[in-house]
C-alpha cells in the first residue's frame, strides 16, 4: 500500500463543496497502510487531515530485525540448552 496524499486533499475538498462547508478540512481521517510512506508524504497526509496513521507492518519489521540479529549472534548460545558452547570455564 502506498500513500497518497493528493486523494486526501482532494476529498476534502470535495467534501467541502457537496456539503458547502466553511471548513478547508471537514473531516478528520485515519490512514490505513502508512508503512513505507515517505517523510514528504506523511506531512502532506497530515495536512490534508489525517490524524491517525497506522504504521503496524514498519513496527512489526523493526521488532523482526533485532530479534533476528539478535538470534544470528548467538545462535550458538540458543541451539544448546544446557552449558556455553565456548566451554564450561567461559
Not at 52 to 75: E, L
Request: hydrophobic share 30%; net charge positive.
Amino acid at each position: 500500500v502506498s500513500l497518497k496524499p493528493e486523494i486526501l486533499h482532494n476529498t476534502q475538498k470535495y467534501i467541502k463543496e457537496k456539503l458547502g462547508c466553511k471548513s478547508d478540512k471537514p473531516v478528520s481521517f485515519v490512514f490505513h497502510g502508512g508503512s513505507g510512506s515517505s517523510t514528504e508524504d506523511i506531512q502532506y497526509a497530515i495536512k490534508a487531515g489525517v490524524i491517525k496513521m497506522n504504521i503496524d507492518t514498519d513496527t512489526q519489521w523493526a521488532f523482526w530485525d533485532g530479534v533476528n540479529k539478535y538470534q544470528k549472534k548467538n545462535a550458538d548460545y540458543l541451539q544448546a540448552q544446557i552449558g556455553n558452547p565456548q566451554g564450561p570455564e567461559k
